[in-house]
């Protein structure tokens, strides 16, 4: 086995493990979520001074990095003002004497495996040789470009409509809003698919599919969507917004 996805595992590992830490000194688990598009940047910064003989892993580097950056300081500047995520207040009552112990596998650890899963096409792409990328590459890169327009704008917009006190406990269903009830997780999702289509340029490899896949159930089915709209269950507003609003793909409203 080559030895990087050696060692991103145990780059990956002693990551997580100082966030555990830096968390549990701050009393808040929800750095977890700033730590986790970081982790991406460190890893590609990593393997960018291991050196490559790949057009397509600078392209991908390049790619992680500005997603990355831009998803970490998104995530430290709604949170700083604010208390721990009301998911992990919810998990630290719940675990009671074994929440440092779950804390570290389920929120950290468990995490550091999804990062890795998702990081493969970062991986793979510093392996191959290649000096220049055809029309699959760059209609990754066109797809990773509208998925970074539609989370970066749909995240604006929500911060800017949440901003305003005029708003509070509505729901927002405008610009981007109006067309899918998450442009942020449908955005996310494009580009990773985008990123898997930069690599596709080079080679196809089936392990690495399992990076969008990875991330496209995550959102669709466990920590994203689901995890979000059971906050709103009961909420008339928000059940007349999914009446009307597809749930991920953009579309215009239903009548």
Known sequence: MNSIFIDV???ILSYMT?????AQLLKRNDVA????????????????????????????????????????????????????????????????????????????????????????????SHEYDSKSLSYLGFAGMLIWITGFIFESVGDYQLRLFLSKPKNNGKIMKYGLWRYTRHPNYFGEVAQWWGIFLVLTDVAFNWIALLSPLTITYLLLFVSGIPMLEAKYKGNKEFMEYQRVTNAFFPWFPKK
């Open 33 to 124: 979520d700033i730590a986790w598009g970081l982790g991406y940047v460190l890893i590609s910064m990593y393997l960018f001074f291991r050196g490559s003989n790949s057009i397509h892993f600078y392209v991908i580097s390049f790619l992680i990095v500005v997603w990355g950056i831009r998803l970490s300081y998104h995530i430290f500047q709604r949170n700083r003002a604010k208390e721990e995520d009301y998911r992990y207040k919810k998990w630290r009552i719940q675990w009671g004497r074994w929440f440092y112990l779950r804390s570290y596998i389920q929120v950290f650890i468990i995490q550091g495996f999804f990062m890795y899963m998702i990081s493969l096409p970062l991986m793979f």
């Open 9 to 11: 595992a145990l780059l």
């Open 18 to 22: 100082g966030w555990f830490f830096i």
